[in-house]
């Protein structure tokens, strides 16, 4: 179970700033604590970029739902093919905008496509996602994806929209804060910080392929990778649900990433494929 120490000086100082703007609204009566419990959300879409985490307590809320996530979820074994994963990981997270954090990969074996990035840097693949990709750039576009959600901190800024409004309610009504603690663990454990906005989905998708082209991959294989998920939605549905649930494939984030590709700089000797990741899917298959 998730267990978070809130350290009160530090969190009332790094939330301040988007607090007291909401503060002052509800002191002003523009905002009410009906208002507030109906449509906290809405409220804080003016300080949706808004972040109260920090990288440390980040870092606690990852390990904690990991431990407790990993009990539950069969995670693939193989040295060979979690190497290759930690290798190819870490190789695009040098070129990542965020390296203040340990990334972790893990392979999962479950049936479905799917991926999916857990605050504090933990990132995990579907053995059947690994199946999908034809080439190591497409593979290496989803782990870029995935990574660029913890970039944008995309999870700990839905955290912060509604914890931030759950914070405010206690400010004035002098709450528990046991109820916070357990807000954080209902949340985590109901997958809510998993369910991105589109706006997410467009950031990551813009960090993943500059992040693969900075570390010498086709960025085409983002768009490509994009297409067989496209496909195969139209084909097989039901294999793709876990991962279209989080990360909804429509034709304008595949034209947006293609614009993107169109206007990155031409650069010599981009890896499309490599036999490495051919051995692995043959050791898969």
Do not use: W
């Not at 989803?142 to 914890?163: A, C, F, N, P």
């Not at 496909?231 to 429509?250: C, D, F, G, V, Y």
């Amino acid at each position: 179970m998730l267990k978070h120490t809130l350290n009160r000086s530090h969190f009332s100082y790094s939330i301040s700033y988007g607090l007291l703007t909401i503060l002052l609204l509800f002191l002003s009566g523009c905002v009410s604590l009906n208002t507030l419990e109906s449509g906290g959300n809405a409220i804080l879409e003016s300080i949706s970029d808004l972040n109260i985490f920090t990288d440390e307590e980040e870092t606690q809320f990852g390990k904690a739902y990991v431990a407790e996530h990993d009990k539950k979820t069969r995670i693939y074994r193989d040295p060979i093919i979690n190497n290759y994963i930690n290798s190819l990981g870490h190789s695009l997270v040098r070129h990542c905008k965020r390296k203040d954090i340990q990334y972790t990969f893990k392979v999962v074996d479950k049936k479905g496509v799917n991926a999916y990035a857990v605050p504090g840097g933990y990132i995990y693949i579907h053995l059947d996602l690994i199946r999908l990709a034809k080439t190591e750039s497409e593979l290496a576009a989803v782990l870029g994806h995935e990574i660029g959600h913890i970039v944008g901190q995309h999870s700990m800024k839905r955290l912060t929209q509604i914890y931030g409004v759950e914070i405010l309610k206690q400010l004035i009504l002098d709450e528990d804060s046991d109820e916070l603690t357990k807000l954080i663990v209902d949340i985590i454990a109901a997958g809510y910080l998993f369910k991105y906005s589109r706006d997410n989905e467009r950031e990551s998708d813009m960090y993943g392929v500059q992040n693969i082209y900075d570390a010498g991959f086709n960025p085409e294989g983002a768009a490509k990778f994009f297409e067989s998920m496209r496909n195969k939605q139209a084909s097989e549905p039901s294999t793709l649900e876990a991962l279209i649930s989080t990360h909804p494939i429509h034709s304008e984030r595949i034209m947006n990433v293609r614009n993107q590709i169109k206007s990155l700089p031409p650069k010599n000797g981009l890896r499309t494929d490599s036999a490495t990741f051919r051995k692995i899917k043959r050791r898969i298959q």
